[in-house]
């Protein structure tokens, strides 16, 4: 095998080697494929153009793969690829009620057992511990119990 044929096969290996790593990280063939090219070319360099020759060409690919690999695997390179941006948002979570126990509030509707209340600028579902309260009627929360809002009539 002649000398081009040798630098084509390690410089396509090179190639597909820098494809894999800073390109399109994670596909593997590619990679594969450059892997197996370099060295089909260093044993063939070793084969066909002596000892001296395939160590000189074997620690050229090895310093060219490294030179790859590092540039690729530098975190500028690397922050192209990933997801970088922090979420800061928020949901409201149910288990911090925004009606607190002592609040009161104006009924909508009549409450049988349940109904909707104002809180001052806040519409509720609540319920009563069983009691017929009329629409229109001042209520008080008495506690938060799993998802629902308790309320009492205020005397």
Do not use: Q
């Amino acid at each position: 095998m002649d000398w081009l044929t040798i630098a084509l096969l390690l410089l396509f290996g090179l190639l597909f080697l820098a494809v894999e790593v800073i390109f399109i990280p994670g596909t593997t063939v590619v990679g594969l494929v450059g892997f197996c090219l370099l060295i089909a070319g260093i044993w063939f360099s070793y084969r066909d153009l002596g000892t001296n020759t395939g160590h000189l060409l074997l620690a050229g690919s090895a310093a060219a793969v490294g030179l790859v690999v590092y540039v690729g695997l530098r975190p500028k390179n690397l922050n192209r690829m990933a997801l970088t941006n922090v979420n800061h948002a928020r949901v409201h979570d149910v288990r911090h009620p925004d009606v607190l126990p002592g609040t009161t509030g104006r009924t909508l509707s009549a409450l049988r057992p349940a109904g909707t209340v104002l809180f001052e600028d806040d519409r509720r579902e609540v319920t009563t511990r069983g009691e017929f309260v009329a629409a229109g009627a001042e209520v008080r929360v008495l506690a938060i119990e799993h998802n629902r809002i308790v309320v009492e009539r205020v005397a």
